[in-house]
């Protein structure tokens, strides 16, 4: 899963996410102030920013590639999300 967000890090994505640990369904974040909070990871993966800077912007026949791909997540368990995101490293 680190290797998934990191990516979409490379790639642009300005995550609120500081320092998260990461857990198997979940992430335990902190705001730049120190408050932690706990996100999960498909919350993270349905994003419309995390799923840009993913798969990218670039447009194809049906419109821009991201909104293809997270079309395709919406309809899976987390554990099928990320054997999906792990195909697109």
Request: net charge positive; hydrophobic share 35%; aromatic share 14%.
């Amino acid at each position: 899963m680190k290797e998934i967000i990191e990516k979409a890090i490379k790639n642009g994505w300005r995550s609120s996410l500081r320092n998260p640990e990461y857990l198997s369904i979940i992430a335990v974040c902190s705001w730049p102030n120190g408050t932690r909070y706990i996100v999960t990871y498909m919350e993270i993966y349905l994003s419309h920013e995390f799923a840009k800077n993913f798969f990218g912007e670039e447009e194809t026949r049906g419109g821009p590639k991201w909104k293809f791909h997270l079309q395709q997540l919406v309809l899976m368990t987390n554990d099928e999300a990320i054997e999906y995101l792990k195909k697109h490293l």
